[in-house]
């Protein structure tokens, strides 16, 4: 019990040392906000937001990152950029910008690490398949970093989720990278009241733009695109689909024109306009090469007809899958590949209050690449057999 006392006292130092050292625009550990409260004692040595981080790394969700795409599918190449490690550079990029600007790492890294969980299987495609199939079905887009909170919250543990803090999982919602951002500010005193009424919001309408309650949420958002946009460029030039010298000449004189100089270039000015400041700024000049960066990723990567070349079969892949799971499940109940796999001992809450095709969608969402596959060649292929008996 001693022990116990003095790794309590600990944390408790931690916790009052965070008001000296760290920014006053940094969101403290002490203030994290849980649907359901936590004895202080059960917690133990952890402070809060390194709680959920740990609980993010050991979610079952988190495995599955191994296997996900992040850009390219079907591509058997060791050196090509996998979910798995899209994430983690995510992590190092964003710690080190909260770092610099002395804010909480910890949060940092816990929605850092679960921003992509609720990634389908072959990547924004795939996202994209699974959308359409779920508004047909009746249970509205697909959308994954709505995904990754129903994952964590409702899905992760059979049903009884994770209890993160409110402050990861906005970031976690918010961390929208795709949208071009050269000025972000927190949208603080948010609740969980609020944190529902944005997603529905922005499940009816995508392109609406969700803002962080905290400036590590919005740190994260920046990091996703600062790890992405030059790691992509790399992998396209790996793979034959561009030249080095195809980058935009304002992008290279500005940036660089390897994935290195790139996210050095783009840290140092982002943490350069940033300090001392309660928000997020590029300089309009960086701010505007990275503009134009993401629409040559886009044009001649994302939209490259080289790369979806299969796509096509992917989207029929999604549709026969699809269908038969839910076919299965209203079929054969407990007998089912999904309840097998999925459905077996969730939690009554989320059965109860899940509509069948909700449970295919959060089948498929979790599902891996290779898992993905599996199921479809063992579902929807025709085998030869030596006897009808």
């Known amino acids: ?57 050991h979610s079952m969700a988190y495995s599955r990152y191994i296997d996900k795409t992040q850009v390219f599918y079907l591509i058997k190449n060791d050196h090509i950029t996998h979910r798995v490690l899209h994430v983690q550079l995510v992590s190092k990029i964003a710690r080190t910008i909260s770092r610099l600007l002395r804010l909480n790492e910890d949060l940092t890294e816990a929605i850092a690490l679960g921003h992509d969980i609720g990634h389908t299987p072959f990547g924004h495609d795939g996202e994209r398949f699974l959308s359409e199939l779920c508004e047909s079905y009746g249970v509205g887009r697909f959308l994954h970093n709505i995904q990754s909170v129903r994952f964590l919250e409702n899905i992760e543990k059979k049903g009884s989720g994770c209890n993160l803090s409110l402050q990861v999982l906005d970031g976690i919602f918010c961390h929208d990278g795709e949208l071009h951002s050269q000025f972000l500010k927190p ?100 701010g505007d090469a990275l503009q134009q960066l993401k629409r ?44 097998k796999e999925f459905l077996k001992e969730m939690s009554r809450d989320y059965q109860a209050k899940t509509p069948a095709a909700g449970m295919v969608r959060d089948f498929i969402a979790g599902m891996t690449d290779e898992f993905f596959m599996d199921q479809c060649h063992k579902h929807l292929i025709p085998k030869t057999t030596h006897s009808l008996f």
């Open 1 to 57: 019990m001693n022990n116990q006392k003095r790794l309590l006292d600990i944390r408790r130092e931690l916790d009052e040392k965070e008001q000296e050292i760290l920014s006053p625009w940094a969101c403290l550990s002490r203030n994290a906000v849980r649907r359901r409260e936590e004895e202080r004692i059960l917690l133990g040595h952890r402070q809060n937001f390194s709680l959920d981080t740990d609980r993010i790394l």
């Open 187 to 286: 949208m603080k005193d948010k609740d969980f009241g609020a944190l529902v009424r944005e997603m529905e919001i922005k499940a009816k309408d995508p392109l609406v733009d969700v803002v962080p309650m905290t400036l590590e949420g919005c740190v994260v958002r920046m990091a996703d695109t600062i790890s992405y946009i030059g790691r992509d460029i790399e992998d396209a030039i790996r793979l034959g689909l561009i030249q080095r010298e195809d980058i935009p000449d304002g992008c290279q004189s500005v940036l660089g024109n390897s994935n290195g100089t790139i996210v050095y270039n783009l840290v140092e000015d982002l943490v350069a306009n940033s300090l001392d400041q309660p928000s997020l700024n590029f300089s309009a000049r960086v």
């Open 296 to 339: 040559f990723n886009q044009e001649h990567i994302y939209k490259n007809v080289r790369v979806k070349k299969q796509t096509y079969k992917v989207r029929l892949m999604f549709s026969l899958l699809f269908e038969k799971l839910y076919e299965d499940l209203d079929k054969h109940g407990e007998a089912s590949v999904i309840y």
